[in-house]
Nanobody, 115 residues
Framework: QVQLVESGGGLVQPGGSLRLSCAAS????????LGWYRQAPGKKRAWVAS???????VYADSVKGRFTISRDNAKTTVYLQMNRLKAEDTAVYYC?????????WGQGTQVTVSS
């Protein structure tokens, strides 16, 4: 089974930056669709960003221009660079990997934006 290990979450001031990482165990990483979701308290889980096997990124309107998703196939790792963070970005962030009709989720990492 594919394992996803996330890191990089934490507490940051409004306007600050964080970089989330998600390392995957699968040898089929380069053929996988990758993405990030988040879930704020009292809200449904929401899609944030995705990146294709062709390295094409797409973003939710709420984060466009502030967040950047990227992938490193050699390291089998997907990243989410978050800049100009707002209090509304506070949530548990999850990475997701789709391969061969299966979907795998990371354990989630807390991001808190507060002064």
């Amino acid at each position: 089974q594919v394992q996803l290990v996330e890191s990089g979450g934490g507490l940051v001031q409004p306007g600050g930056s964080l970089r989330l990482s998600c390392a995957a165990s699968t040898s089929t990483f380069s053929q996988s669709l990758l993405g990030w979701y988040r879930q704020a308290p009292g809200k449904k889980r929401a899609w944030v960003a995705s990146i294709s096997t062709g390295n094409f990124p797409v973003y939710a309107d709420s984060v466009k221009g502030r967040f950047t998703i990227s992938r490193d196939n050699a390291k089998t790792t997907v990243y989410l660079q978050m800049n100009r963070l707002k209090a509304e970005d506070t949530a548990v962030y999850y990475c997701v990997l789709d391969i061969s009709g299966r979907t795998y989720w990371g354990q989630g990492t807390q991001v808190t934006v507060s002064s």
